[in-house]
């Protein structure tokens, strides 16, 4: 019997050693994706997206280090982001110029900026006016966003941009303009928040339809 019981601890002590081991692996694979991003990141997004990712570079770019933002995109968001970039814009599609690897050790970098995850409601389904999504958005959103979402450089982001629309969610459009990015020109919208806009949440909604129907078919 002590035999067997002998047996049995040895065997959940090199269980343990063995956890421990892959957990050292896989922290040191993680670390590595994040240093060989950083230096592709600085090789090729800096000059935009700035040296802590909140868009303050010399020429155009968002805030991809912003809280709210990376609570509200997953991995393969921001993959695609990346490989697919945005036509017409100072955003290239890295897919042609980078490999699959590079971009995800990229997206292992961006993803290290997050220090918290944010709960950010939305509505289950987002579906309203877009007439009057579109007399709010044009009171509201055109002044950074340009004419019918075409965006304005330095401004806001092209919202009628079809690889943006292509590859974000009505439910990250909401979360986008209700919360904003914080330490940035996109503050909050949603009644209750400390923007200078106050919208219902049924005004976000109908913003965020009138964006959808930009989309080309």
């Known amino acids: 019997m002590k035999k067997i019981l002998i047996g049995f601890y040895i065997l959940i002590i090199i269980g343990i050693i063995i956890c421990l081991s892959n957990s050292n692996i896989f922290d040191s694979k993680k670390s590595e994706a994040i240093a060989a991003g950083e230096k592709i990141y600085s090789k090729n997004c800096i ?10 570079g010399s020429k155009t770019g968002t805030a ?3 809280q709210n933002f990376l609570s509200s995109v997953s991995d393969k968001d921001l993959y695609n982001y990346v490989k697919y970039g945005r036509e017409g814009t100072v955003m290239p599609a890295y ?31 987002i579906s309203g006016d877009p007439e009057n999504g579109k007399a709010q958005y044009n009171l509201y959103c055109l002044n950074c966003h340009g004419e019918a979402g075409a965006g304005k450089d330095k401004m806001g982001t092209a919202l009628s941009n ?24 996109m503050g909050p919208s949603l009644k209750g928040l400390e923007g200078a806009r106050q919208l219902k949440e049924k005004d976000i909604t109908d913003i965020v339809t009138y964006i959808r129907s930009l989309e080309k078919k």
């Open 162 to 185: 079809p690889q943006y629309l292509k590859y974000t969610t009505d439910k990250q459009i909401w979360i986008g303009a209700a919360y904003g990015r914080e330490e940035t020109r």
């Open 47 to 56: 000059f935009c997206h700035g040296d802590t990712g909140k868009g303050e």
């Open 64 to 66: 991809l280090g912003s």
């Open 95 to 125: 897919g042609p110029r980078m490999s699959d690897k590079d971009i995800k050790n990229l997206v292992a970098f961006i993803r290290d900026w997050q220090s918290e995850e944010i709960e950010l409601d939305a509505p289950k389904t």
